[in-house]
T-cell receptor, first 114, second 111 residues
Framework: SAVISQKPSRDICQRGTSLTIQCQVDSQVTMMFWYRQQPGQSLTLIATANQGSEATYESGFVIDKFPISRPNLTFSTLTVSNMSPEDSSIYLC???????????FGPGTRLTVL | GENVEQHPSTLSVQEGDSAVIKCTYS??????FPWYKQELGKRPQLIID?????GEKKDQRIAVTLNKTAKHFSLHITETQPEDSAVYFCAASKNNNDMRFGAGTRLTVKP
């Protein structure tokens, strides 16, 4: 499978600020995804990030709050804007690998908002 | 959209026993059903998956079954070991769009 890394691995931020999370893959992939996992909860899809087009957001998530970039086939960023304590969560990127719907996850970014 | 329900939420078994986790889905067009294992503080790891054209798949001690008519699929772990202790998530998707995860099952294997 592809090797996926995320930066930062964790961060503690003040409310009202923004944090950009980076996801890097060691191979070119068409589809990348961003998920949120709140403490003790399941994974919720935020958006699908395809290179060369606007990200597609799921219900309940908007571009102004979670802007996404996908400048090439190996990299994507997710920004959590104007943060509040409710944004405290683990944010994970995933990639489709092997061309058969299979998704592999990055290590996640643990965000705490004070 | 797709809705995935997972049961039980917690499961405790004795080492060597079998464990079964069940999921149901709502969208009959869903055609891909992966299972992920997540250990504490780590990323979800794909352990097995099944597609809608297959009824059963096995990989060593792990097997998954799919009943398309009833829209449910199950994970079976035989000869459980303490290292199988983790949270397990089922998921369903349609052509890799809109993957939805179950709520998770916390499996504890007692030595």
């Amino acid at each position: 499978s592809a090797v996926i890394s995320q930066k930062p691995s964790r961060d503690i931020c003040q409310r009202g600020t923004s944090l950009t999370i980076q996801c890097q893959v060691d191979s070119q992939v068409t589809m990348m995804f961003w998920y949120r996992q709140q403490p003790g909860q399941s994974l919720t899809l935020i958006a699908t990030a395809n290179q060369g087009s606007e990200a597609t957001y799921e219900s309940g998530f908007v571009i102004d709050k979670f802007p996404i970039s996908r400048p090439n086939l190996t990299f994507s960023t997710l920004t959590v804007s104007n943060m509040s304590p409710e944004d405290s969560s683990i944010y994970l990127c995933s990639v489709e690998w092997g061309g058969e719907d299979t998704q592999y996850f990055g290590p996640g970014t643990r965000l705490t908002v004070l | 959209g797709e809705n995935v329900e997972q049961h039980p939420s917690t499961l405790s078994v004795q080492e060597g026993d079998s464990a079964v986790i069940k999921c149901t889905y709502s969208d009959s067009a869903s055609n891909y059903f992966p299972w992920y294992k997540q250990e504490l503080g780590k990323r979800p790891q794909l352990i097995i998956d099944i597609r809608s054209n297959v009824g059963e798949k096995k990989d060593q001690r792990i097997a998954v079954t799919l009943n398309k008519t009833a829209k449910h699929f199950s994970l079976h772990i035989t000869e459980t070991q303490p290292e199988d202790s983790a949270v397990y998530f089922c998921a369903a998707s349609k052509n890799n769009n809109d993957m939805r995860f179950g709520a998770g099952t916390r499996l504890t294997v007692k030595p």
